[in-house]
C-alpha cells in the first residue's frame, strides 16, 4: 500500500469517527433536552397552571394512532409481490405511546439519576478510606476486608429490604418532617439512597484497591524520603495516580449502578423500571414499553460513559492515567 494511499485510508477512518461521535452527541443532546424540559414543566410550571398539567404530554398520540390504525391490515402492491405494512404500523403505534408514557417516564428517569449521582458520590468518599485501609491499614486491615466482603458476599436486593423492613431507619425518616413533603421525598427514595451508596462503596473499594496496589511501592518510599509522612505520602503522591487509574472501573461500576437503580421499585421507590412495569401491568403492552424503557437506560448509560471517558481524558497526565500511560512500563 502506497504512503498516499495509507494516509487516505487514515483520513476516511478519522472522519468516520469524528461523524459518528458529532451523532451520538446530538442524539444525547436531544434525549437531555427532552428530560430537562420535562423536569422543569412537572416540576415547576405546571404548578402555576401552564401548560397541558403535570405528567401529561405535550402532544397528542390520536393523529399517530390513526396512521398506525390505517396501516395495520393494509399492504403494498408490486407486481405479484404483496409486502404487509404490519412493521411500519407497530413503528408508528410504538412513537404514539411514546408520547403517551414519555412524561411518567421522564419523571422514573429523575430518580433514577438522582439515586445513581448522589449513591455514586457518596459511595466515592466511603471507597477511598476502606481501599487505603485494606493496602495500608497493617493489622486492621481485616475491617476493611470484613466490609467490603459482607456487603459483595450479600445481594442488593437483600440489603434493600434488610434497610426498608428494619424498624428503626423508617421510623427515623418517617419523623423527620420534611421527608415526604413538597419535593421532597418519602422514606424509601432515601433508604434506597443509602443501600445503594453502601453497596456502591464497596464494590468502588475494590476498583481503587486495584489501582493503589497497581503503583509502584518506590513511589510512596520517595514520598518518604523528601520529608511526607506516611498518609501525605499516600495523600499527596499515591492517590492522585490512583484515581486516575480507577477511573475506567468506576465507570464501569456508574454503569451497573444505573441498571441496578431498577432495584428500587421494589421497594416503591417511584424510579424508572417501577413506572415502566406498572404502566405494562395496566395495558399489557408489555413489549414496546419496556423497549422504551431500554431506550431511556441506554440513553442515560451512554450519557454516563461519555461523561467518564471526557474525565479521563481530562485528567489524565502524560505517563498517567490514560491507556498509554498504563502500558509505560512495557518494554518495546
Do not use: C
Amino acid at each position: 500500500m502506497s504512503v498516499s494511499k495509507g494516509l487516505g485510508l487514515e483520513r476516511l477512518r478519522a472522519s468516520s469517527v469524528d461523524l459518528e461521535q458529532r451523532l451520538l452527541v446530538g442524539a444525547l443532546a436531544l434525549f437531555w433536552a427532552w428530560l430537562l424540559v420535562r423536569w422543569v414543566y412537572d416540576f415547576a410550571l405546571s404548578r402555576t397552571g401552564f401548560g397541558p398539567g403535570e405528567g401529561e404530554p405535550f402532544l397528542s398520540s390520536a393523529p399517530l394512532e390513526a396512521v398506525a390504525e390505517t396501516l395495520e391490515g393494509s399492504v403494498i402492491a408490486l407486481g405479484p409481490v404483496h409486502i404487509p405494512l404490519e412493521w411500519p404500523a407497530a413503528f408508528v403505534d410504538g412513537l404514539a405511546l411514546a408520547i403517551d408514557i414519555g412524561p411518567a417516564l421522564a419523571t422514573g428517569a429523575w430518580y433514577t439519576v438522582v439515586i445513581t449521582s448522589v449513591a455514586i458520590v457518596l459511595g466515592f468518599f466511603i471507597a477511598v478510606p476502606v481501599a487505603v485501609l485494606r493496602v495500608y491499614g497493617g493489622p486492621f486491615r481485616w475491617l476493611s476486608l470484613t466490609y467490603t466482603e459482607l456487603i459483595r458476599g450479600t445481594p442488593l436486593l437483600a440489603q434493600l429490604f434488610v434497610l426498608y423492613y428494619t424498624p428503626y431507619l423508617p421510623i427515623w425518616l418517617n419523623d423527620m418532617e420534611v421527608v415526604g413533603h413538597g419535593f421532597v421525598p418519602d422514606y424509601a427514595f432515601w433508604i434506597a439512597i443509602i443501600g445503594f451508596t453502601i453497596n456502591g462503596s464497596a464494590y468502588q473499594a475494590e476498583y481503587i484497591r486495584g489501582a493503589l496496589e497497581s503503583v509502584d511501592d518506590g513511589q510512596l518510599t520517595a514520598a518518604r524520603a523528601i520529608g511526607l509522612s506516611k498518609l501525605e505520602g499516600i495523600r499527596h503522591v499515591v492517590l492522585p495516580q490512583t484515581l486516575r487509574y480507577a477511573i475506567p472501573a468506576w465507570t464501569n461500576e456508574l454503569v451497573y449502578l444505573i441498571k441496578y437503580s431498577s432495584l428500587a421499585g421494589f421497594i416503591t421507590v417511584p424510579e424508572l423500571y417501577y413506572r415502566a412495569s406498572r404502566i405494562a401491568s395496566s395495558t399489557f403492552e408489555y413489549t414496546p414499553i419496556f423497549t422504551l424503557l431500554a431506550i431511556v437506560y441506554i440513553g442515560i448509560v451512554l450519557s454516563a460513559t461519555n461523561l467518564m471517558d471526557r474525565v479521563e481524558r481530562r485528567v489524565a497526565v502524560p505517563g498517567i492515567g490514560s491507556a498509554d500511560g498504563r502500558q509505560q512500563g512495557t518494554t518495546e
